[in-house]
């Protein structure tokens, strides 16, 4: 760990969310945003980088993307049903957690619900007695992967969806999910809010569910129309190239906060945004309240989220999963990567070729970092406020992805810095450059060969701390 030179203020403080003091100067407020770190829920899963969504339903065999709620139950029985066949590729492939779409909007559930019929008991699958999510969470614990549950909030079977007893059903179901199928890592709860079979739409009590998550599952993170982990705004498997985590929330009550200050805050969900920029000193300078709010990035690895005959021979390649993994893990969020199984109930030979070899080429690209062979690694001097870290060696290397990591367990700093390397005539020319750092972020340039090689912190919000480092 390579703490670079401090900015002078000693007495340091960590929230997890801030408010805002009308009269908090501009210093005052990037000093507060740079003291703003993750929950220890948000911190461990962070860690995970690689999480697989999966897809599968009614919707797989009526081959709809969204269905309505009137499919026919008996429509759904794969022939060849294999939990293990997912998480054992999963796990091949560096997958660290799985989350499976226990409901989609249709309504039709992926366990033997008590609070409907509209489930796997009125499918011939086993003759009405199979449990997907059981076998699947069963897998998981057996492979050690982590397991969370989507459940849609927006329900097109439920007579009830639009009143308020809906949300007394939907308790009960995520009650069902939260208590007999071992720990659960992850609860997704998605934005859609359409209309239900009777026209009307449901006010969802997010309140009630969060609380409920917490008492039942307190090391679960809650994402998306949750207060833990954010969408990062579309589904092309594409972060921004300056991923705050740090950023404003606008349904937070800074009187919350202050109430809250000894306890958890669990935060309303927040408006979804996908604007370019989430968290600058233009956005926070205007924020009354900041907030821990990782991004997550969701993309699908056949063209829909759900298999669909239609997308077959559209897999997407294994290079194209690298150069995902450059744009979500290496730009500060986590990929959240859907793998829908097809008709039989396993990943078909396109996805699992896709996985393995995109597990191959990370292999490949970081398995030789030049940085422990340096002869020497100094912080550096130079022009910059900040300073940073520099890298000699006895023979040139060659090179063309650079890696750094910042310790998030003590905020996100860094907004500007670039890698440089010493030219023949003696001089620093950059090969790469970047803004924010957080968890991870990953750079590839043009291949560089030299023997001195620094990384300059151009601009912080507070003493960088670097965690990671890595040259390829
Ligand atoms: C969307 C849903 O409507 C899609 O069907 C899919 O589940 C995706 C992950 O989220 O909002």
């Given at each position: 760990?390579?703490?670079?030179?401090?900015?002078?203020?000693?007495?340091?403080?960590?929230y997890?969310?801030v408010?805002?003091?009308?009269?908090?100067?501009?210093?005052?407020?990037?000093?507060?945003a740079?003291h703003v770190v993750?929950?220890?829920?948000?911190?461990?899963?962070?860690?995970?980088?690689?999480?697989?969504?999966?897809?599968?339903?009614?919707?797989?065999?009526?081959?709809?993307?969204?269905?309505?709620?009137?499919?026919?139950?008996?429509?759904?029985?794969?022939?060849?049903?294999?939990?293990?066949?997912?998480?054992?590729?999963?796990?091949?492939?560096?997958?660290?957690?799985?989350?499976?779409?226990?409901?989609?909007?249709?309504?039709?559930?992926?366990?033997?619900?008590?609070?409907?019929?509209?489930?796997?008991?009125?499918?011939?699958?086993?003759?009405?007695?199979?449990?997907?999510?059981?076998?699947?969470?069963?897998?998981?614990?057996?492979?050690?992967?982590?397991?969370?549950?989507?459940?849609?909030?927006?329900?097109?079977?439920?007579?009830?969806?639009?009143?308020?007893?809906?949300?007394?059903?939907?308790?009960?179901?995520?009650?069902?999910?939260?208590?007999?199928?071992?720990?659960?890592?992850?609860?997704?709860?998605?934005?859609?809010?359409?209309?239900?079979?009777?026209?009307?739409?449901?006010?969802?009590?997010?309140?009630?569910?969060?609380?409920?998550?917490?008492?039942?599952?307190?090391?679960?993170?809650?994402?998306?129309?949750?207060?833990?982990?954010?969408?990062?705004?579309?589904?092309?498997?594409?972060?921004?190239?300056?991923?705050?985590?740090v950023?404003?929330?606008?349904?937070?009550?800074?009187?919350?906060?202050?109430?809250?200050?000894?306890?958890?805050?669990?935060?309303?969900?927040?408006?979804?945004?996908?604007?370019?920029?989430?968290?600058?000193?233009?956005?926070?300078?205007?924020?009354?309240?900041l907030?821990w709010?990782?991004?997550?990035?969701?993309?699908?690895?056949?063209?829909?989220?759900?298999?669909?005959?239609?997308?077959?021979?559209?897999?997407?390649?294994?290079?194209?999963?690298?150069?995902?993994?450059?744009?979500?893990?290496?730009?500060?969020?986590?990929?959240?990567?859907?793998?829908?199984?097809?008709?039989?109930?396993?990943?078909?030979?396109?996805?699992?070729?896709?996985?393995?070899?995109?597990?191959?080429?990370?292999?490949?690209?970081?398995?030789?970092?030049?940085?422990?062979?340096?002869?020497?690694?100094?912080?550096?001097?130079?022009?910059?406020?900040?300073?940073?870290?520099?890298?000699?060696?006895?023979?040139?290397?060659?090179?063309?992805?650079?890696?750094?990591?910042?310790?998030?367990?003590?905020?996100?700093?860094?907004?500007?810095?670039?890698?440089?390397?010493?030219?023949?005539?003696?001089?620093?020319?950059?090969?790469?450059?970047?803004?924010?750092?957080?968890?991870?972020?990953?750079?590839?340039?043009?291949?560089?060969?030299?023997?001195?090689?620094?990384?300059?912190?151009?601009?912080?919000?507070?003493?960088?701390?670097?965690?990671?480092?890595?040259?390829?």
């Open positions: 760990m390579v703490l670079l030179p401090s900015c002078g203020r000693t007495a340091e403080k960590y997890n969310h408010a805002i003091d009308p009269d908090d100067s501009m210093e005052d407020i990037v000093w507060k740079a993750p929950s220890q829920r948000q911190l461990d899963w962070q860690r995970l980088e690689l999480t697989a969504f999966v897809h599968f339903g009614l919707n797989t065999f009526a081959e709809k993307q969204w269905g309505n709620g009137s499919d026919n139950p008996e429509l759904f029985n794969p022939t060849d049903f294999d939990a293990e066949q997912w998480v054992s590729v999963l796990r091949q492939a560096g997958f660290r957690s799985l989350l499976l779409t226990c409901k989609h909007h249709d309504g039709f559930c992926l366990w033997p619900s008590a609070y409907t019929d509209y489930d796997l008991t009125a499918s011939p699958w086993k003759d009405g007695k199979g449990d997907v999510v059981k076998e699947v969470s069963e897998a998981c614990r057996k492979y050690g992967l982590l397991f969370g549950v989507y459940l849609s909030p927006w329900d097109m079977h439920e007579q009830t969806y639009g009143t308020p007893e809906y949300n007394d059903f939907f308790v009960n179901q995520l009650t069902e999910l939260l208590t007999q199928y071992g720990p659960i890592a992850e609860v997704w709860f998605d934005g859609a809010c359409g209309e239900g079979p009777n026209g009307r739409k449901q006010e969802y009590d997010f309140d009630r569910w969060y609380k409920l998550i917490r008492k039942l599952q307190p090391q679960a993170m809650i994402s998306i129309m949750g207060p833990d982990a954010r969408w990062v705004g579309n589904e092309r498997g594409i972060a921004r190239k300056t991923e705050w985590s950023v404003p929330n606008e349904k937070l009550d800074p009187a919350m906060i202050a109430e809250n200050s000894q306890t958890e805050l669990i935060m309303p969900p927040t408006r979804v945004t996908m604007d370019e920029d989430l968290g600058s000193r233009e956005v926070i300078s205007k924020a009354r309240t907030v709010y990782p991004a997550e990035t969701d993309v699908s690895i056949r063209p829909s989220w759900f298999y669909s005959s239609k997308d077959d021979g559209c897999t997407k390649s294994a290079e194209q999963l690298l150069n995902i993994y450059f744009t979500s893990v290496g730009r500060n969020s986590n990929l959240l990567l859907n793998i829908p199984p097809d008709k039989t109930g396993r990943f078909g030979a396109d996805e699992v070729e896709s996985l393995l070899g995109f597990a191959q080429l990370r292999k490949k690209t970081f398995w030789h970092d030049f940085l422990p062979e340096a002869s020497s690694a100094t912080i550096a001097r130079s022009e910059s406020d900040w300073g940073g870290i520099e890298w000699t060696w006895d023979k040139s290397v060659t090179f063309s992805i650079f890696m750094a990591q910042e310790d998030i367990s003590q905020g996100q700093r860094v907004e500007e810095f670039t890698l440089e390397y010493m030219g023949e005539d003696g001089t620093w020319i950059e090969a790469a450059s970047g803004t924010t750092i957080g968890y991870k972020r990953l750079l590839r340039f043009e291949p560089v060969t030299a023997s001195r090689v620094r990384l300059v912190i151009k601009s912080a919000r507070h003493t960088p701390v670097i965690c990671g480092t890595g040259l390829f």
